[in-house]
């Protein structure tokens, strides 16, 4: 049982990247963004919609900020869809063997980017029976990774079916990527989604307005 939790392919942590860049150009931007982009300690596989990559949650967060900060200076328009789920390294069947329960992990540490992001963040803790004494309850972990972002100073405001958040892109990346590993503390499956915008024509009207920082 600790070996799963401890193994993070076999406990089934890792991400999900799609990148849309509005530019002509846009083959040329994510290849290069995905080729020049250091992948120690990561599984890559790079499909016709996304690319995967598997592995610790220190490490994915390393690569996720590497790879969007390429496409950032690029200074071209772009849209960032980010999917990480831990706990559940089947297709349909997210049974652990000898039940191994959540992975407790430290906390991730990002990095500064230089880079400012806006972005959509929403989390789904999958908990379907109690676990060291703990009741199923979705809304309580939402309620604390929700603090963590306040926290972190890259809250902007809870809207409709997401958490918006924007600052520098590698302190919006850390904030989603903390939060899901300390909800996966307590629970064993918990996926979440992000979708970033970087260099926005309307960031611009933020840096005017005193915004952006």
């Known amino acids: 049982m600790e070996s799963i939790t401890k193994d993070p392919l076999a406990f089934g942590v890792g991400a999900r990247l799609t990148v849309s860049v509005m530019s002509d150009r ?3 931007v994510i290849t290069s963004a995905l080729e020049t982009t250091d992948a120690a300690g990561l599984v890559l596989e790079t499909g016709d919609v996304s690319t995967y990559a598997g592995g610790d949650e220190q490490a994915l967060l390393r690569w ?7 496409i950032a200076q690029t200074g071209l328009h772009a849209s960032v869809s980010v999917l990480l789920s831990r706990g559940c390294p089947g297709e ?17 540490r990002g990095r500064h980017t230089g880079s400012f992001a806006s972005a959509e963040w929403a989390l789904y803790p999958l908990e379907d029976s109690p676990s060291e004494g703990r009741e199923p309850d979705h809304m309580r972990e939402i309620f604390a990774a929700i603090e963590t972002a306040k926290a972190s100073g890259t809250f902007v405001a809870s ?24 909800v996966g503390a ?12 970087l260099n926005s024509p309307s960031h611009a009207a933020q840096t005017e307005s005193g915004v952006r920082a």
Not at 94 to 108: F, Y
Not at 186 to 197: D, G, K, P, W
């Open 26 to 28: 846009f083959i040329e």
């Open 92 to 108: 349909a069947v997210c049974e652990l063997p000898g039940g191994a329960g959540p992975r407790r992990v430290d906390a991730p």
């Open 64 to 70: 996720l900020t590497d790879v969007t900060q390429q």
């Open 186 to 197: 307590h629970v064993q499956h918990v996926t979440s989604h992000l979708t970033i915008s």
């Open 159 to 182: 809207e409709h079916f997401v958490t918006k958040l924007s600052g520098d892109l590698g302190r919006v990346l850390e904030t989603v990527v903390v939060a899901w590993a300390s």
